[in-house]
């Protein structure tokens, strides 16, 4: 390289890029800039878009947990604040000792609804029954006798009877086979939320309940100063231990009130009378019945077709929708103690 | 990146004049983006990003050079160049040895002075990234234009003797 020096060519105030009045510096100039750079636009791009990645999946990351902390907090949350709306342990009750491993869920006055209404449950549900069994006509008359027979005490109650009484006229005028049970779960819902009324046989008043996977439930209660202890399910009464001593089923009918109280409590449909031993052999077709009318699907004692799939419910030759067809799939899971085989079919009638 | 795009080259210039190797440009180049696009809500003015960038790079490069002392660009392989007398073998050769002045420069003349020369930054600009007046720039950009020569011209001498 030749000497480049020339001072006298650089003027301070005429400065220009890659002049620097040396030609030979000038021409090493050029060639430096003419050498490729060492780092691309692309991968500059491509490191940016990295980074902004990383930055949108971390802060991702960071809002999925955020959420899913207050989804779980609020959960807690809400689960204590039903614990403590609905659950008092129990600490004074002897009948405590009957179950330590239950769930105690409710702690509560039991003041039953008149036993007239519970007779009326019972006598409806006889009712279904006797239709099932082909007593079609005479229990027409039966079943607006009862309700008569109802309505009055109840209408001298209080105004919900009124409304119990009210329906079931209704209801009867407008159809002597039908109408007391179409009302029936009209009635049976004005029965479960009246439970103003005391109830001397449930005095202690403390219930405690558990749910099984098999549809039955499981309650401990103090029953005419006495613990007892009832297993439930659709068909009937599991199970009754009254003072540690197992009720013999034929005795079953004897406690009524309790089994009755047991199924509004546990809000399980009875699929027969609530006393019924549902260790015998159900009765399938005339819960199915039961339930049907107790749906408004048929009318009490009203000649029908039912065919019941996996898939399809068929009521008179008509589809039923999916989720009364899963409902009713339902009602014969509790029925029958297992779900419909595959492929199986559950006829009542014959369709036409 | 609408911002960083045209200003890519000047910086890659800017930083592979200084630093020797190449690796180490690139890594310097790659710190540089990535803090600039991390501290970005830091730039209050389109018109700041430059000397922001800039300053980014300086900075980066300083630290390299406390940490480990400037090489000397002299390696073997330019050796054997030296012994080549084909046009890009003295081309090269030309280009490390402009590369080595730079490197003896005084700093307070040699950043100027790539800035100038190199990266195409204006007098405005490089007062604005060195935070001095323009004048000022002016004067360290003749004299590291004359060290520059004189430090050639001296490993010239140097060779031939």
């Not at chain 1, 769930?103 to 006797?130: G, P, Q």
């Amino acid at each position: 390289m030749k000497k480049p020096v020339n001072n006298d060519l650089i003027n301070i105030n005429d400065l220009e890029k890659g002049k620097t009045g040396n030609a030979d510096l000038d021409n090493v100039f050029a060639e430096m800039n003419n050498t490729p750079i060492v780092f691309s636009k692309e991968e500059a791009l491509h490191l940016v878009e990295n980074a902004i990645v990383n930055d949108v999946t971390s802060s991702a990351i960071k809002n999925t947990i955020i959420l899913g902390g207050a989804v779980l907090v609020s959960a807690i949350f809400g689960w204590m604040y039903y614990q403590y709306n609905s659950t008092q342990i129990v600490s004074t009750n002897p009948s405590a000792l009957l179950e330590n491993k239950m769930v105690i869920i409710e702690k509560n006055k039991l003041k039953l609804s008149s036993t007239d209404k519970d007779s009326y449950v019972a006598i409806a549900e006889e009712n279904i029954n006797s239709r099932n069994n082909n007593s079609g006509s005479n229990s027409n008359s039966n079943t607006a006798n009862t309700s008569e027979e109802i309505i009055n005490p109840a209408l001298n109650n209080n105004n919900s009877a009124k409304k119990v009484g009210n329906n079931l006229n209704s209801n009867k005028n407008a159809s002597t086979v039908g109408g007391l049970n179409t009302s029936e779960k009209i009635s049976n819902q004005q029965l479960n939320d009246d439970s103003k009324k005391s109830n001397s046989n449930f005095s202690k008043t403390i219930i405690t309940q558990r749910y099984f996977d098999d549809g039955s439930a499981k309650m401990t209660l103090e029953y005419k100063n006495q613990p007892a202890r009832i297993t439930i399910n659709s068909r009937g009464i599991e199970s009754l231990i009254i003072n540690e001593e197992e009720v013999d089923p034929s005795n079953y009918y004897l406690y009524d009130d309790l089994a009755t109280e047991a199924f509004r409590r546990s809000k399980i449909e009875p699929l027969a009378l609530p006393t019924n031993d549902a260790n015998t052999k159900p009765n399938i077709s005339a819960m199915m019945t039961g339930a049907l009318v107790r749906r408004g699907l048929i009318k009490n004692g009203e000649k029908f077709s039912f065919e019941l799939t996996a898939s399809t419910a068929i009521l008179n030759n008509t589809n039923l929708k999916s989720d009364v067809q899963k409902d009713l799939l339902q009602v014969y899971q509790n029925a029958f103690g297992s779900s419909l085989p595959r492929g199986g079919k559950f006829i009542i009638g014959k369709q036409q | 990146m609408s911002l960083y795009s045209p200003l890519h080259e000047r910086l890659v210039r800017f930083v592979q004049t200084i630093v020797w190797d190449k690796e180490e440009a690139r890594d310097i180049v790659s710190e540089t983006i990535l803090a600039a696009y991390e501290h970005f809500e830091k730039v209050k003015h389109h018109e700041a990003f430059l000397y922001y960038l800039f300053t980014i790079a300086k900075r980066k490069m300083n630290r390299r050079y406390v940490q480990q002392k400037r090489q000397s660009p002299w390696t073997d392989e330019l050796n054997d160049k030296a012994e080549d007398t084909s046009p890009d073998a003295l081309k090269q050769l030309q280009i490390k040895e402009l590369k080595d002045a730079i490197a003896h420069l005084p700093e307070k003349y040699r950043e100027p002075l790539v800035l100038f020369e190199f990266s195409g930054l204006t007098i405005k600009e490089i007062a604005e990234i060195s935070n001095l007046t323009e004048n000022g720039v002016k004067s360290r950009l003749v004299r590291a234009r004359q060290q520059l020569s004189e430090i050639l011209d001296g490993s010239l001498h140097e060779k031939a003797s």
